[in-house]
């Protein structure tokens, strides 16, 4: 049981290795590794992480087994650390998220109120039309009075009180 544990995990380290290996290894199937046109007709602007210049592959020694597990405690050490990275990524954008909440729900805020103080001066401007329309009617009755007055001033004489011509002439 412990051989053929021993014989899997060996077979998966193998494999493994060879995928690890062989990934950017410049060795495709379609071409040379140089800057090739892929089957979209783009060029493949990419180049694999083990080109770069400041990628150094993981030191391996000893036995296969040994190189074999070098091998899968780097690519589990790279897997833990781009966990991390995506882990701070995550909280970076679930962050994001809730200052965009927050930012919508200003901005909802915002329309309601100015939604509101558009009505509110929907009604003052309603309430001084009609405020507007009764000072012109109580002015233009003002003014019919006073036209009235007016000329019951220039028919009596100028005086405000008028007397009755025929009680003037019967006294006479």
């Known amino acids: 049981s412990q051989d053929h544990l021993s014989i899997y995990l060996s077979i998966y380290l193998s494999i493994i290795f060879t995928l690890t290996m062989s ?26 992480y083990q080109n770069s210049p400041g990628y150094q592959p993981p030191p391996v020694s000893g036995s296969y087994a040994q190189q074999q597990t070098q091998v899968m405690e780097d690519t589990m ?9 995506s882990a701070a990524v995550l909280a970076q954008m679930r962050t994001q998220r809730g200052q965009l909440q927050g930012a919508n729900e200003n901005v909802w805020e915002m329309r309601q109120a100015a939604e509101k ?11 001084t039309r009609k405020k507007k329309l009764r000072l012109q009617f109580i002015a233009a009755v003002l003014a019919f009075v006073d036209l009235f007055l ?4 220039l028919a009596c004489g100028g005086t405000f009180f008028c007397r009755n011509k025929s009680n003037s002439d019967d006294g006479n």
Do not use: C
């Open 77 to 85: 050490r790279t897997h833990y650390e781009t966990e991390a990275t």
């Open 23 to 48: 990934y950017g290894s410049s060795n495709q199937p379609w071409g040379n590794g140089k800057d090739q046109k892929n089957q979209t007709g783009l060029s493949n602007r990419y180049t694999p």
């Open 150 to 153: 007016f000329i019951r001033l």
């Open 117 to 127: 103080a558009k009505k509110d001066i929907s009604v003052m401007v309603a309430k």
